[in-house]
């Protein structure tokens, strides 16, 4: 059974750094593309950031420039770096693997999601 495990959230004040981890551990052939969404109360999960098996990556408007996505290919695990953190980047971050091949089937993961909070 494939789980997602995060960890690296917390409180930090305005213009601040913090880095995610997520580590997909099980039994794992292939994973298309990892990601990072991010989610607070009453409001959709909007992406954050995703790098894909080749290490293309793409970003939300809003982090451009101050996050930065990296993945290691060997562990199954992807980052993210939050550089000068704002206010609003206060959310629940949850990580995604997307199509992740088991050996048996096709399906997309998620993180149990982990709390950033920036204060100003």
């Known amino acids: 059974q494939v789980q997602m495990v995060e960890s690296g959230g917390g409180l930090v004040q305005a213009g601040g750094s913090l880095r995610l981890s997520c580590a997909a551990s099980?039994?794992?052939?292939?994973?298309?593309?990892m990601g990072w969404y991010r989610q607070t109360p009453g409001k959709r999960r909007e992406l954050v950031a995703t790098?894909?098996?080749?290490?293309?990556?793409n970003y939300a408007d809003s982090v451009k420039g101050r996050f930065t996505i990296s993945r290691d290919y060997a562990k199954n695990t992807v980052y993210l770096q939050m550089n000068s953190l704002k206010p609003e980047d206060t959310a629940v971050y949850y990580c995604?693997?997307?199509?992740?091949?088991?050996?048996?089937?096709?399906?997309?993961?998620w993180g149990q999601g982990t709390q950033v909070t920036v204060s100003s």
């Open positions: 995604n693997a997307d199509r992740l091949y088991s050996g048996t089937h096709v399906d997309d993961y």
């Open positions: 099980g039994t794992i052939v292939y994973i298309n593309a």
């Open positions: 790098i894909t098996s080749d290490g293309t990556t």
